[in-house]
């Protein structure tokens, strides 16, 4: 049974740092493309950033623009672990965390949600003002 589990989440001040952790189980995703997505309240769930697999031991991220310059998306496949590193969080960076996983078959629209196979049960970040 694939797992997708999340921690780290809280409650911090504007400007503070926080590290998620997804932890995998199940199957061995060294190659699968791992994402993060969050959901406000009453808005769809949005992408943040991907770590895809390029061949070799060489690995691509990619961000949102509202995340860009202060979120860093990294994986240690050895701990079958993908890690969102948060900095100069913001009151609109408030949801609720999710992260999710998908073959690196699937090679396009990776920004979608519904491009992903696994997911996780969530974190909520709050952000204080």
């Not at 493309?33 to 309240?41: L, S, Y």
């Not at 310059?69 to 990294?74: A, K, L, M, V």
Request: charged residues 15%; aromatic residues 10%.
């Amino acid at each position: 049974q694939v797992q997708l589990v999340e921690t780290g989440g809280g409650l911090v001040q504007a400007g503070a740092s926080l590290r998620l952790s997804c932890t995998a189980s199940g199957r061995t995703f060294s190659t699968d493309t791992m994402g993060w997505f969050r959901q406000a309240p009453g808005k769809e769930r949005e992408f943040v950033a991907h770590i895809s697999w390029s061949g070799g031991s060489t690995y691509v991220p990619t961000y949102a623009d509202s995340v860009k310059g202060r979120f860093t998306i990294s994986r240690d496949n050895a701990k079958n672990t993908a890690y969102l590193q948060m900095n100069s969080l913001k009151p609109e960076d408030t949801a609720v965390y999710y992260c999710a996983a998908v073959s690196s078959r699937i090679r396009s629209g990776l920004n979608a949600p519904v491009r992903y196979d696994y997911w996780g049960q969530g974190t909520q970040v709050t952000v204080s003002s």
